[in-house]
Structure formats: structure tokens, C-alpha cells
């Protein structure tokens, strides 16, 4: 099980606050418009949605 984030900061932000305290990992799609904690987090930014859905699943450690 996982919970993905698909959204901006405030998205993430509110998802993660949610799961908290669970050993739940978070994928994070970034969708939003400045993606701040994507960028500090070095998740790829100007690719296209497939190819953040491949890096998602690659960092998730499986596929859906």
C-alpha cells in the first residue's frame, strides 16, 4: 500500500500531514504550479506526466 500525492505543495503538504505517524510511503506526482517541495525534493519537473508516473513508480518500488 501507498498514498500518491497528485497536486502542488499545499496537496502534498495536507497529504503528508494526513499520514503521518504510518509507515504508509508517500509518492509525490507534481502537478501544482511552483512545486517547491518536488524541486527540493529532486523529483523531475519538466517532463512529461508519463515520465513522472515511470520516475513515481521507480521510486515507489512497483507498478500500478
Do not use: C, Y
Not at 497528485?6 to 507534481?30: H, S
Not at 502537478?31 to 520516475?55: E, F, V, Y
Request: no cysteine.
Amino acid at each position: 500500500q501507498a498514498v500518491i500525492a497528485a497536486g502542488g505543495d499545499g496537496t502534498i503538504g495536507t497529504v503528508a500531514t494526513q499520514i503521518a505517524g504510518t509507515e504508509l510511503p508517500l509518492g509525490i506526482l507534481p502537478l501544482g504550479t511552483s512545486n517547491d517541495t518536488a524541486r527540493a525534493l529532486g523529483i523531475p519537473l519538466d517532463t512529461t506526466n508519463d515520465d513522472k508516473i515511470q520516475h513515481l513508480q521507480f521510486q515507489m518500488g512497483s507498478s500500478f
